[in-house]
């Protein structure tokens, strides 16, 4: 009897050993996250701010001569931008302490152009400690925007900047409790005040800064930071190459640690990339960084933000979404709203993981082990996953959702700790006995989410087609979110046709003439109609099935067009004129400056003029720099405006340029520079602003 006990026991020794080998935790491949990478990831989402003396000028970028007299928020309130931020669902706010015009919202000690000499408090104020107090009141974390490139700074291009520059940051990563990431912008150099040279300056941003040295103070500073950094080494974290809120929808964290970095790896990462270098994607509740009261009016609605969303934080991204401050020192109330009505929508979208703790079952399961399970992946830790045996790098995992389910979004994540692995995906739906191919993808990382039409089935089968190893995958969710009509868009032709769109399936348009909101009461929208004079339209699109409508589309229209020519017409020019920003007209010739003339057919007071560029940044003729001349005879010309068209290439936006009131028959818009540096002026619209 002793003897049997003893072989027992020997028997589940060796048994217990046995099955303990067989299921060794799977070993990481290819670059990891760090500590501080993987924290960051997990906040997913948090803000920026961008206030400056820029919020005070109208402007996207400062030259560096602003007045800094002109910074007097009467009522800053941080407290407001951080209760706003937290009631959203973010998790941070990144200030901009310094913009490139090179005014510091702290007082800091090492130059005069600062708070400190403002009218702001007496010059008593510091903007970032005020940030940071009111972050650590509502539980957010701080980080901290310091542009590289300063238009003020008389030493800016030579070695003794490099010091100030890193005394400022001293001071920031100093004095203002736990910093979560510092952001290092990627304009860098050229023409500015530079105390006062008014000159161009040029530098080697891989060279000038001594990233090296500076990320080693930076790390000494604020060891749990994340550098994000697009001018030079590479940092922590990397940006996507648009300023449009998207990423790729192949995207791989990594990234090789040297050597550049073209757009497409930007965007999409590097799929056997040597590093960890994760996408944040970056973009304004506004079309703009700073705040313009002109887009009160174009403040981004939930559905806009929604598909904002499924592609950053749905695309294994984190989403920095930017609130512009007002001159007053607060967030503007419709961008409280938009973002509010957001963060609801978010929570809405994913209240009920229809999966979660249903059964699944896999066609593998590392080593058999109730620890690599299938319901890991659906149990609700991040820190237990579904893994497969080595060796595999394709595998499938079905969920019995007990009963018909109608669902229209499916997330995953992988348990990025050991790595980025799935390289293509699959998603099926049992309906009637049936399986049917709802969705595919590529990549999934941190976490993953897809789309599609609402279907109903009993079962949900996630088919990995395709892994660099074996896949490990944390987390699975089912959802059934609601579904948010967009905005119609609102266009006019040069003759005046007014046409309402939208690309939803089936909804009808309501508009108003007068500015007041539009509701199924208002006109009906059936077919485009003729408006062409100065006026403002509102449109909602409205689905007679649900009841739901769309927010509210808006536009201005300035003069008709229809009586305007283009001096020394080409008849493909006319793409410059026909409300269409799809369309666009390229001038080239042997040298600049190129331009552009417009006689409007008749004599009107004008105050300023806008221009749209071309909406593909690779083309060249995306003017830079400008002048624009008016004339009432095409004869005698006065330059009634000058300047540049500040961050136009990574955010081509409407640029809009006021000036004081003219007669104006004929305008020239002269093209100095553009950002491809070639002889090409090239234009999706122009218009004019009349008083
Ligand atoms: C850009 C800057 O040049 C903009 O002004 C803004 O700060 C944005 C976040 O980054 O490239």
């Known amino acids: 009897m002793k003897r049997l006990l003893l072989i027992g026991i020997i028997v589940l020794l060796y048994f217990v050993k046995f ?65 706003i931020c937290k009631e959203a669902g973010m998790k941070g706010i990144i200030i901009t302490a310094k ?29 970032v400690r005020e940030m940071a107090e009111a972050c650590k009141e509502y539980g957010l974390k701080l980080g901290i925007y310091l542009s590289p490139w300063d238009r003020n700074h008389p030493d800016y291009g030579k070695p003794e900047y490099i010091t100030y520059f890193r005394n400022q940051l001293t001071e920031l990563l100093t004095n203002y409790g736990e910093i979560f990431e510092v952001w290092f912008d990627g304009a860098n150099g050229g023409d500015g005040y530079y105390g006062g040279a008014n000159e ?47 990423v790729g929808e192949t995207n791989w964290s990594l990234l090789n640690d040297t050597g550049d970095v073209p757009w497409n790896m930007l965007h999409y990462g590097l799929e056997n990339g040597n590093a960890w270098v994760p996408a944040e994607v970056n973009t304004s509740i506004r079309p703009e960084w700073f705040y313009h009261p002109n887009e009160d009016n174009h403040v981004k609605t939930v559905p806009h933000l929604m598909e904002t969303y499924y592609h950053s934080i749905g695309h294994n991204g984190s989403l920095l979404l930017n609130f512009p401050i007002m001159p007053n020192g607060l967030i503007h109330p419709t961008d409280e709203k938009m973002a509010l009505e957001f963060g609801k929508a978010v929570k809405e979208s994913f209240a009920v993981n229809l999966a979660e703790k249903k059964k699944a079952e896999a066609s593998n399961v590392r080593g058999n082990a109730n620890e690599f399970g299938a319901d890991k992946a659906i149990d609700g830790n991040k820190e237990t996953y579904w893994a497969t045996d080595d060796g595999l790098t394709t595998a499938s995992l079905t969920i019995d959702l007990a009963k018909p389910t109608l669902f229209n979004r499916f997330l995953v994540q992988e348990y990025i700790r050991l790595g980025q692995r799935v390289k293509a995906f699959k998603l099926e739906a049992l309906v009637d006995g049936n399986w049917k191919e709802v969705a595919k993808a590529t990549t999934i990382g941190y976490k993953r989410i897809l789309r599609f ?46 046409t309402i769109t939208t690309n939803d399936i089936g909804p009808i348009f309501y508009y108003t003439l007068n500015g007041s909101v539009p509701t199924i009461k208002s006109n009906r929208y059936t ?110 010309w006065k330059l009634a405006d000058e300047g540049e068209f500040s961050n136009i290439k990574n955010n081509p936006v409407w640029q809009i340029k006021k000036f004081a009131p003219e007669k104006v028959r004929y305008f020239k818009l002269r093209a100095l520079k553009n950002t491809s540096g070639d002889q090409v002026a090239g234009y999706a619209e122009v218009d004019v602003i009349t008083k």
């Open 99 to 127: 913009h490139h015009c090179g005014f510091c919202i702290w007082p800091s000690e090492y130059t005069e152009y600062s708070v400190k000499n403002s009218p702001w408090k007496d010059g008593k104020g510091d903007m």
């Open 200 to 246: 161009t300056r040029k530098i080697d941003r891989t060279t000038y800064y001594d990233w090296k040295n500076t990320y080693k103070l930076i790390r000494k500073l604020q060891p749990n930071i994340v550098i994000w950094n697009d001018g030079g080494d590479r940092g922590d974290l990397r940006w996507v190459g648009t300023e449009e809120g998207y």
């Open 527 to 636: 077919a485009p109609f003729v408006a062409d004079e100065k006026m403002e339209i509102k449109a909602i699109a409205y689905d007679p099935a649900s009841g739901k409508s769309s927010p509210v589309g808006y536009e201005k229209f300035d003069i008709s067009k229809k009586d305007w020519k283009i001096v020394g017409n080409n008849e493909k020019a006319d793409a410059l004129l026909d409300g269409n920003p799809s369309s666009v007209w390229h001038q080239r010739d042997k040298k600049m400056p190129i331009d552009l003339v417009i006689d409007l057919g008749n004599n009107y007071n004008v105050i300023g003029f806008k221009y749209l560029p071309d909406q593909n940044k690779w083309s060249s003729g995306i003017i830079t720099n400008y002048q624009f001349y008016i004339s009432e005879d095409n004869i005698n």
């Open 453 to 498: 039409p609402s279907v109903e089935a009993t079962k949900v089968r996630f088919t990995i087609t395709d892994s660099k190893s074996c896949p490990l995958i944390s987390n699975i969710g089912v959802y059934n979110a609601p579904v948010f009509l967009n905005a119609p868009a609102i266009a006019r032709s040069q003759s005046g046709e007014v």
């Open 19 to 83: 099955s303990a080998a067989q299921t060794k935790a799977p070993v990481a491949f290819g670059p990891v996250p760090t500590e501080n990478q993987l924290r960051w990831q997990e906040m997913e989402y948090y803000a920026f701010v961008h206030f400056s003396l820029n919020t005070y000028t109208d402007q996207s970028w400062g030259f560096g001569n602003e007045d800094v007299k002109l910074f007097n928020p009467e009522k800053a309130d941080c407290r407001q931008w951080a209760r």
